[in-house]
């Protein structure tokens, strides 16, 4: 079976332009959850969606980033405009039937803005 | 709020030795999940293993295993037979009544021939 599957694997762009991140859950799963991983403040959680229903976005950081899923097997997260302190690995996982069961990652999307 | 901490940032082991990590969470619920998650130099992350908290029998898979001490908020995890893949950092995790992991920062285990 396919798992999580991200793209791009990386990305570089400069300061100011959209950045679309894109990710496709592990059919069946209907929950996704969208992370950040940095060396200063680790794993975050930023979104997560139940059966494509926001739940919790309270971890996005600011107005720039929004996320989206559209159907049950695609999401996106974007930053617009996109600044430096945006670079950091970004991670989709899915799981089956909430958080308390494991959660399937994705290869992450390192972002750099130049 | 719910908080999960690694004292240890970096630990290391001789391959074919033991090895345990530590954990420590904060929480007031009763009833929660926690695991351990691992991410190799290629950055998947990779679910180790999963402990529930109303079972007082430790989670095992083959050679890691853990300490679950419900009265401590403690959950260490320990490799047995070290083997040179083992090398990454290592996440600990808790998820309790909402669906969010919240992670602690992570133990960056080295494995030396």
């Known amino acids: 079976d396919a798992g999580v599957i991200q793209s791009p694997r990386h990305e570089v762009t400069e300061m100011g332009q959209e950045v679309t991140l894109r990710c496709k859950p592990i059919s069946g799963h209907d929950y996704l959850f969208w992370y950040r991983q940095t060396m200063m403040r680790g794993l975050e959680l930023l979104i997560y969606?139940?059966?494509?229903?926001?739940?919790?976005d309270s971890g996005m950081p600011e107005d720039r980033f929004s996320a989206k899923m559209p159907n049950a097997s695609f999401s996106t997260l974007k930053i617009q405009p996109s600044e430096p302190r945006d670079s950091a690995v970004y991670f989709c996982?899915?799981?089956?039937?909430?958080?308390?069961?494991?959660?399937?990652f994705g290869d992450g999307t390192r972002l750099s803005i130049l | 709020a719910q908080t999960v901490t690694q004292s240890q940032p970096e630990m290391s082991v001789q391959e074919a030795e033991t090895v345990t990590l530590s954990c420590t969470y904060d929480?007031?619920?009763?009833?929660?999940?926690l695991f351990w998650y691992k991410q190799p130099p290629s950055r998947q992350m990779i679910l180790v293993i999963r402990q529930e908290a109303y079972k007082q029998q430790n989670a095992t898979e083959n050679r890691f295993s853990v300490n679950f001490q419900k009265a401590a908020k403690s959950f260490s995890l320990k490799i047995s037979d070290s083997q040179l893949g083992d090398a990454a950092m290592y996440f600990c995790?808790?998820?309790?009544?909402?669906?969010?992991?919240?992670f602690g920062t992570g133990t960056r285990l080295q494995v030396f021939p």
């Open positions: 969606f139940n059966n494509n229903v926001p739940i919790d």
């Open positions: 995790a808790y998820n309790g009544d909402t669906d969010k992991l919240i």
């Open positions: 929480t007031s619920e009763s009833d929660y999940y």
């Open positions: 996982a899915s799981s089956f039937a909430g958080g308390f069961r494991p959660q399937h």
